[in-house]
């Protein structure tokens, strides 16, 4: 990169991977931008956690969720792409969605079973987690989205994504419990 702006997008286009020129508002714009977004959000979390856990920053979870924002980026770069990347090329794959699974498997060992819903809060790095979580899954809207319209999104993308927003749920739980805040329970 040479310079940060380039003033191609001044007229409401931007270019996708290979050149192609399109809208802003296109949905495969769209998609990536919530992505983009998915990634500052866990940014935001990785600060507010910061120091608070044990090993270093924040132990197991900040390295999980720097695994996560690289991931990320590729997601990104795939829905950037109107054709579909090679495999090997640094995509996402079912490993990717299985190393969630057993990450979320290591946290919930720990946690006193769900028994009802819990309302979004609690420390501050749960309540950053809780958000992420929520722009995780308009991401993933999204990313549906483009692919019921039409556009070529291989699923594990919407696989990776959906259990992406149940880890980022089940580590704010992981880190209420570690800051000593009890989750608070939804009450019908």
């Not at 979870?61 to 996560?68: Q, R, T």
């Not at 769900?114 to 308009?138: D, E, M, Q």
Request: proline share 5%; glycine share 12%; hydrophobic share 40%.
């Amino acid at each position: 990169m040479t310079k940060i702006y380039t003033r191609g997008g001044d007229k409401g286009e931007t270019a996708l991977l290979g050149g192609k020129r399109v809208s802003k508002a296109d949905p495969r714009v769209e998609s990536y931008g919530e992505v983009d977004e998915l990634n500052a959000a866990i940014g935001l979390v990785r600060a507010a956690l910061a120091g608070t856990l044990p090993g270093g920053q924040g132990g197991d979870l900040d390295v999980w969720l720097e695994k996560i924002q690289q991931e990320l980026f590729q997601v990104g770069a795939e829905l950037a792409a109107p054709i579909p990347m090679k495999a090997g090329a640094g995509r996402i794959e079912a490993e990717q969605v299985t190393v969630l699974e057993r990450a979320i498997d290591t946290l919930d060992r720990d946690l006193p079973p769900l028994t009802r819903f819990i309302l979004p809060g609690g420390s501050p790095g749960a309540a950053h987690l809780h958000h992420a979580r929520v722009v995780c899954r308009r991401a993933e809207r999204r990313v549906v989205a483009l692919q019921t319209g039409g556009a070529s999104v291989r699923p594990v993308l919407i696989a990776y994504l959906n259990r992406l927003s149940d880890f980022l749920y089940t580590a704010a739980r992981a880190a209420n419990q570690k800051a000593g805040v009890k989750d608070v329970e939804w009450v019908p």
